[in-house]
Each structure stands twice: as structure tokens, then as C-alpha cells.
């Protein structure tokens, strides 16, 4: 019998082997990315305290309205430059990029680039 690899648990693995390196601090906080089939988030993170200090995602309501027509990845870049400006809206101004075990590509790279793009240094 053949057995189907479970893609989603190599995502973790690789994740949590990133994140041995990756720590988010107050100076310098870490840009989370998650992935799902519709929706795209992501969330900037201070791993000292163990607390969220801004995020943005698909379901966002200052987002929902203008992400209705567009592909997954104009919403993924839409996303990117909202945490973008709250981070810029704290203080934050340079992170730490955490991918989440995906491969940096697609929708992954439009929200790094959105960051970018909103004043995020990375």
C-alpha cells in the first residue's frame, strides 16, 4: 500500500526547525506568516513577552471590502501592506520574517513584499 505523505506536518517540522534560530524581541519582533487554502494571515509577534503586537489578515474588516475581486495574491500583498502600517503605527520598523515552514514564494513573498513596501525593514 502506498502511503500519502502528510504535507502539512513537513510544514511543522520545518517550522519548528526554523524557529530553533528565528526569536522574535521587543526591538526587533518576528512577522509571522499562516497559509491557509483561502485566507492568508499574518501577525508581528514579540516572543519575549509571548504577545501579539499587531496582525492583518484576509478577514480583516478593513480589508474585507477591498479584497473582493482580486486573486489570492493581490489580497496576500493587500494583507503584507496592512501589518505593514500597524507595525509602522507602533514604532516598529524593522522584524524579523518568519515563513512559517512554507517555501518563500507565491502568496508567502507578496505578503513580504507588501511589508516592504509599507516601511518594514527586513
Do not use: W
Amino acid at each position: 500500500m502506498i502511503n500519502k505523505t502528510n504535507k502539512n506536518a513537513q510544514r511543522r517540522r520545518r517550522h519548528l526547525r526554523v524557529r530553533k534560530n528565528i526569536f522574535g524581541t521587543k526591538a526587533c519582533p518576528r512577522l509571522n506568516i499562516y497559509r491557509s487554502t483561502s485566507h492568508i494571515y499574518a501577525q508581528v509577534i514579540n516572543d519575549e513577552n509571548g504577545t501579539t503586537l499587531c496582525s492583518a489578515s484576509t478577514l480583516s474588516k478593513e480589508l474585507a471590502e477591498t479584497l473582493k475581486n482580486k486573486t489570492k495574491s493581490e489580497q496576500a500583498f493587500a494583507v503584507g501592506e496592512l501589518v505593514g502600517k500597524l507595525a509602522i503605527k507602533k514604532g516598529i520598523k524593522e522584524v524579523v520574517f518568519d515563513r512559517g515552514g512554507y517555501l518563500y514564494t507565491g502568496r508567502v513573498m507578496q505578503v513580504a513584499e507588501g511589508a516592504r513596501k509599507a516601511g518594514l525593514e527586513f
